[in-house]
């Protein structure tokens, strides 16, 4: 600090060359500290995306340089009703599992709030699901809900309930069924640990002085701890929305997209059309399609999240 | 506004008991103020009275029933916490609304009711503020304001004042003790501030390691302590304690450490040479020529009055005069005990000996 600011008290400052200047001012001295998260952002994500949204303006295909077709891909997606279908499906998909995460996470991070035995053991098992790799638990459900050797089908006919086996991952409706359960299996501890992370911000006498003022428990839910909760809702389900949104290994992993195309997302179809069937800038013209809904969504985040009245500081407005 | 009986009340958590049996009554309209040093077991009782704590045995009544299995919403009482427990999202009007909202009671009748006790607490202008856009001194109103804001059987305070810096805990000392004036509402109030309950109180229980002490008016808690615990207890600065035997020769003396002789009025009956410990306030010393030889440590003269820490027969005493003696450190002056004032306690069990 103080070798920096001597040189800039004496006169002969301006004869410093430009060189000794941008060592010693102070802005660029900022600047140089920024550079490297810059850079990185510029590189990894900044250009990603830039380069997807270039392909997806030209033919490129994988080994052969394509050329500028304009808007060719998604006039070619407009038409095309697979696209449509993996739309809906993400929609679907997001939809349901980020409702039903929501509400067990609530519900499961007030339990865990809740004083009982093995307390720490518990808030630790809950976090089990987030710690297995994705593939590794996709590969537990593709076997889970396999059409020969699903332990479930297995249980269901030993208890006498089923005669045959329920082909869960060939049939639309139940491989639908099945990833959406496995992505809520998944993305569970997530909501929970952090919507407890929050219930635990509550000071208890807030709940004693609602008790006294003769609020019932739902009362106290609905008055006190979902109000406070919100800013932290807010963020946990856009992580969540977005996440789900962009899934990809879990499907890829359990289903492919299949069966007919029932659970593609988005993110596997653009794999499926970019990668597999080397398709580079119809793949890319679907991720880029996903970029609307994702920032509907934080949109939605950024106007739910901006800072309550009740939350700001000592101003009087 | 109820009478609030309190019967042979215990407290256990586990097997650990923190009330050993504690009997307090509470006449209607009486201000009356639980204190003792932390742990004694005061928040714990209040926290009964108002049903956040289960009672393990014992009964507590407000007005004429027994509450120990009542729910606390109906139990009819009000509580001010000590960190105010201000709902952060809700206005101060909500917040003082909050309960009447919770009793579906009307639009119209909440906002006459938050607005009278608004102008009770001079509150009227923050009405729509969030807590946090509100001073310590601003929070506690509101909190005190949502207690009114009920007109409940008894209003109970947690050591409200102890989150205020030191000016505004004696102006909201005054504030509240003025509120009880008005209001005349049933009060029980905790702190762990012997002076809050000497000004506040119409009546004050000592408490000590989960039993109490000594109850009483505040001046009678002053002039007259039960016992040891409670005299050093109330008064500020603490009462002086000299170990020593009860002389009775012809006149009764209190023969104090090395021998000094210190004045008494009468001696209990029979009780040459028993050992006690001799009690003093520092307000109860005078400068006189047949006073015990001190000489003088510490001289802290705060305007109004002047502290004086001394040593009298070896053992550190402070006394405090309103004139302006000229004492320096080392000065051997002669401190007089008024003897009409005195209190003499038994050494082994801390009781008053004394009348």
Same mark, same amino acid.
């Given at each position: 600090?103080?070798?920096?600011?001597?040189?800039?008290?004496?006169?002969?400052?301006?004869?410093?060359?430009?060189?000794?200047?941008?060592?010693?001012?102070?802005?660029?001295?900022?600047?140089?500290?920024?550079?490297?998260?810059?850079?990185?952002?510029?590189?990894?994500?900044?250009?990603?995306?830039?380069?997807?949204?270039?392909?997806?303006?030209?033919?490129?295909? =994988?080994? /052969?340089?394509?050329? +500028? #077709? $304009?808007?060719?891909?998604?006039?070619? @997606?407009?038409?095309? *009703?697979?696209?449509?279908?993996?739309?809906?499906?993400?929609?679907?998909?997001?939809?349901?599992?980020?409702?039903?995460?929501?509400?067990?996470?609530?519900?499961?991070?007030?339990?865990?709030?809740?004083?009982?035995?093995?307390?720490?053991?518990?808030?630790?098992?809950?976090?089990?699901?987030?710690?297995?790799?994705?593939?590794?638990?996709?590969?537990?459900?593709?076997?889970?809900?396999?059409?020969?050797?699903?332990?479930?089908?297995?249980?269901?006919?030993?208890?006498?309930?089923?005669?045959?086996?329920?082909?869960?991952?060939?049939?639309?409706?139940?491989?639908?069924?099945?990833?959406?359960?496995?992505? =809520?299996? /998944?993305?569970?501890? +997530? #909501? $929970?640990?952090?919507?407890?992370?929050? @219930?635990?911000?509550? *000071?208890?006498?807030?709940?004693?002085?609602?008790?006294?003022?003769?609020?019932?428990?739902?009362?106290?839910?609905?008055?006190?701890?979902?109000?406070?909760?919100?800013?932290?809702?807010?963020?946990?389900?856009?992580?969540?929305?977005?996440?789900?949104?962009?899934?990809?290994?879990?499907?890829?992993?359990?289903?492919?997209?299949?069966?007919?195309?029932?659970?593609?997302?988005?993110?596997?179809?653009?794999?499926?059309?970019?990668?597999?069937?080397?398709?580079?800038?119809?793949?890319?013209?679907?991720?880029?399609?996903?970029?609307?809904?994702?920032?509907?969504?934080?949109?939605?985040?950024?106007?739910?999240?901006?800072? /309550?009245?009740?939350?700001?500081?000592?101003?009087?407005? | 506004?109820?009478?609030?009986?309190?019967?042979?009340?215990?407290?256990?958590?586990?097997?650990?008991?923190?009330?050993?049996?504690?009997?307090?009554?509470?006449?209607?309209?009486?201000?009356?103020?639980?204190?003792?040093?932390?742990?004694?077991?005061?928040?714990?009782?209040?926290?009964?009275?108002?049903?956040?704590?289960?009672?393990?045995?014992?009964?507590?009544?407000?007005?004429?029933?027994?509450?120990?299995?009542?729910?606390?919403?109906?139990?009819?009482?009000?509580?001010?916490?000590?960190?105010?427990?201000?709902?952060?999202?809700?206005?101060?009007?909500?917040?003082?609304?909050?309960?009447?909202?919770?009793?579906?009671?009307?639009?119209?009748?909440?906002?006459?009711?938050?607005?009278?006790?608004?102008?009770?607490?001079?509150?009227?202008?923050?009405?729509?503020?969030?807590?946090?856009?509100?001073?310590?001194?601003?929070?506690?109103?509101?909190?005190?304001?949502?207690?009114?804001?009920?007109?409940?059987?008894?209003?109970?305070?947690?050591?409200?004042?102890?989150?205020?810096?030191?000016?505004?805990?004696?102006?909201?000392?005054?504030?509240?003790?003025?509120?009880?004036?008005?209001?005349?509402?049933?009060?029980?109030?905790?702190?762990?501030?012997?002076?809050?309950?000497?000004?506040?109180?119409?009546?004050?229980?000592?408490?000590?390691?989960?039993?109490?002490?000594?109850?009483?008016?505040?001046?009678?808690?002053?002039?007259?302590?039960?016992?040891?615990?409670?005299?050093?207890?109330?008064?500020?600065?603490?009462?002086?304690?000299?170990?020593?035997?009860?002389?009775?020769?012809?006149?009764?003396?209190?023969?104090?450490?090395?021998?000094?002789?210190?004045?008494?009025?009468?001696?209990?009956?029979?009780?040459?040479?028993?050992?006690?410990?001799?009690?003093?306030?520092?307000?109860?010393?005078?400068?006189?020529?047949?006073?015990?030889?001190?000489?003088?440590?510490?001289?802290?003269?705060?305007?109004?009055?002047?502290?004086?820490?001394?040593?009298?027969?070896?053992?550190?005493?402070?006394?405090?005069?309103?004139?302006?003696?000229?004492?320096?450190?080392?000065?051997?002056?002669?401190?007089?005990?008024?003897?009409?004032?005195?209190?003499?306690?038994?050494?082994?069990?801390?009781?008053?000996?004394?009348?």
């Amino acid at each position: 600090m103080a070798d920096v600011a001597i040189p800039r008290a004496k006169p002969q400052m301006s004869e410093d060359s430009a060189w000794t200047q941008l060592k010693h001012n102070r802005n660029w001295l900022g600047f140089w500290f920024m550079v490297p998260a810059m850079a990185f952002l510029i590189f990894f994500l900044a250009y990603p995306l830039g380069l997807g949204i270039w392909l997806s303006f030209t033919d490129t295909r =994988i080994g /052969r340089v394509g050329h +500028f #077709v $304009a808007t060719e891909n998604y006039e070619w @997606l407009w038409d095309d *009703s697979i696209f449509w279908l993996s739309v809906f499906n993400t929609l679907l998909y997001t939809f349901i599992a980020s409702a039903l995460k929501f509400a067990i996470g609530l519900y499961l991070a007030l339990l865990l709030n809740e004083n009982m035995p093995f307390k720490a053991m518990l808030r630790a098992m809950v976090l089990i699901p987030f710690i297995v790799p994705t593939v590794l638990s996709a590969l537990a459900f593709w076997w889970i809900f396999d059409s020969q050797f699903s332990i479930i089908s297995w249980s269901l006919r030993h208890l006498g309930l089923i005669d045959q086996n329920i082909n869960f991952l060939g049939d639309t409706t139940w491989a639908r069924i099945c990833v959406i359960f496995a992505n =809520i299996w /998944r993305g569970v501890p +997530f #909501v $929970a640990i952090t919507l407890l992370a929050g @219930l635990q911000t509550v *000071s208890p006498s807030l709940y004693e002085a609602a008790t006294l003022d003769g609020a019932t428990r739902w009362q106290n839910f609905r008055f006190i701890t979902y109000p406070l909760l919100t800013p932290i809702i807010a963020v946990v389900m856009t992580f969540s929305v977005l996440f789900t949104f962009t899934d990809f290994q879990l499907i890829w992993a359990m289903t492919r997209g299949g069966p007919v195309n029932a659970t593609h997302l988005m993110a596997t179809l653009s794999y499926q059309r970019a990668i597999i069937a080397g398709q580079l800038g119809e793949g890319a013209a679907i991720s880029s399609a996903m970029i609307p809904f994702l920032l509907a969504a934080i949109m939605v985040s950024w106007f739910g999240l901006q800072r /309550r009245k009740w939350q700001q500081g000592e101003n009087n407005d | 506004m109820s009478s609030v009986q309190i019967r042979d009340v215990r407290k256990s958590f586990g097997n650990f008991e923190v009330l050993h049996g504690v009997t307090v009554p509470i006449e209607d309209g009486q201000f009356v103020v639980l204190v003792g040093p932390s742990g004694c077991g005061k928040s714990t009782l209040l926290r009964m009275l108002a049903g956040l704590e289960n009672i393990t045995s014992g009964t507590i009544s407000i007005g004429d029933r027994v509450v120990n299995n009542v729910q606390p919403k109906e139990r009819d009482i009000a509580m001010v916490f000590q960190n105010y427990a201000l709902y952060p999202h809700m206005t101060v009007a909500d917040n003082m609304g909050f309960s009447l909202k919770l009793r579906n009671a009307g639009a119209d009748e909440i906002n006459k009711r938050v607005k009278r006790a608004a102008e009770i607490l001079a509150l009227s202008p923050l009405l729509d503020r969030y807590p946090r856009q509100l001073s310590g001194g601003q929070r506690q109103r509101v909190a005190m304001g949502r207690a009114i804001v009920r007109d409940p059987q008894v209003f109970l305070f947690d050591e409200p004042l102890s989150n205020l810096d030191a000016k505004l805990r004696v102006a909201m000392r005054t504030e509240i003790k003025e509120l009880h004036q008005r209001l005349k509402t049933t009060t029980v109030y905790v702190t762990h501030d012997q002076i809050e309950a000497m000004t506040m109180a119409d009546k004050i229980v000592v408490m000590h390691d989960g039993i109490v002490e000594q109850m009483g008016t505040p001046l009678e808690l002053y002039d007259k302590p039960d016992n040891q615990f409670v005299a050093g207890f109330i008064g500020s600065p603490a009462m002086n304690f000299l170990k020593g035997h009860v002389r009775v020769n012809g006149v009764a003396t209190f023969e104090g450490p090395n021998g000094v002789k210190l004045p008494l009025k009468t001696a209990p009956a029979a009780s040459d040479g028993r050992p006690a410990v001799y009690g003093v306030r520092p307000e109860h010393f005078t400068i006189a020529d047949d006073g015990a030889e001190a000489e003088i440590i510490v001289v802290e003269p705060t305007g109004s009055e002047t502290q004086v820490f001394a040593k009298i027969g070896g053992e550190q005493v402070v006394a405090v005069f309103r004139e302006r003696h000229q004492f320096n450190p080392g000065d051997k002056v002669r401190l007089k005990p008024d003897p009409s004032l005195v209190h003499l306690f038994d050494e082994a069990t801390g009781k008053r000996l004394n009348a």
